[in-house]
């Protein structure tokens, strides 16, 4: 069975600082791995993929992620933090055969002060 | 750029109630799927749908749901008769069909409140 679990419910960050999500996966399978951003009242958005070309990824508005097998670890990052980029972030893992149900995490709400 | 919808945005019924969200996929989407989440949960998997038929449901997927795909581009979950426990934000997803390399896009979801 696969897993998924977000180390952070709340992550509090100063605007132009760093981000950082933590997450860690559990996979009997060479999975692949996602972070979806969703902000209030809106839908889920992919914000970057890992299926199994290179192990640090890059997305959209300047986030990227690291997969790390040894660790089973596949945190997100961004070197400045803007004040759009508050939201709740999850982390997904799925199978890479098959049909591919996502399996997500418990979240990680993103607060960004000026 | 294409997108999943979905329709309605809220929607509000009484218990016992038989309820259908709507969702339309992107239109070269092969793979369909269902999630939900409940008010401060995590996102739970329902329902994949291909070839005209359910390929995997979860528990919580049992005799009250059913999906179905009428036509050519609609893709519907019924609740036949709705508990207090079903209310949450469904959402709606699809994925083209690239084996292994297909990201999932979701639609903006339905809240449905069940009273």
């Known amino acids: 069975a696969q897993s998924v679990t977000q180390l952070d419910s709340h992550v509090s960050v100063s605007e132009g600082t760093p981000v950082l999500l933590r997450c860690n996966y559990s996979?009997?399978?060479?999975?692949?791995l996602f972070w979806y951003v969703q902000h209030p009242n809106k839908g889920l958005q992919l914000l970057l993929k890992?299926?199994?070309?290179?192990?640090l990824v890059k997305g959209i508005n300047g986030f990227e992620a690291e997969f790390k097998k040894s660790e089973t670890s596949f945190h997100l990052t961004k070197p400045s933090a803007h004040m759009s980029d508050a939201a709740e972030y999850f982390c997904?893992?799925?199978?890479?055969?098959?049909?591919?149900?996502?399996?997500f995490g418990t979240g990680t709400r993103l607060l960004v002060s000026p | 750029e294409p997108e999943v919808t979905q329709t309605p945005s809220h929607q509000v019924t009484q218990m016992g109630q038989e309820v259908i969200l709507r969702c339309v996929p992107i239109?070269?989407?092969?793979?369909f799927y269902w999630y939900r989440q409940i008010l401060g949960q995590k996102v739970e998997f329902l329902v994949s749908?291909?070839?005209?038929?359910?390929?995997?449901k979860s528990e919580i997927f049992d005799d009250q749901f059913s999906v179905e795909r009428p036509d050519g581009s609609n893709f519907t979950l019924k609740i036949r008769s709705t508990k207090l426990e079903d209310s949450a934000m469904y959402f709606c997803?699809?994925?083209?069909?690239?084996?292994?390399?297909?990201?999932?896009?979701f639609g903006p979801g339905t809240r449905l409140t069940v009273l």
């Open positions: 996979s009997s399978y060479s999975p692949s």
């Open positions: 890992y299926t199994s070309a290179a192990t």
């Open positions: 239109s070269n989407h092969l793979y």
């Open positions: 997803a699809s994925r083209q069909g690239l084996a292994g390399e297909g990201e999932q896009f």
């Open positions: 997904v893992v799925s199978e890479k055969a098959g049909f591919q149900k996502l399996v």
């Open positions: 749908f291909y070839n005209n038929e359910i390929s995997e």
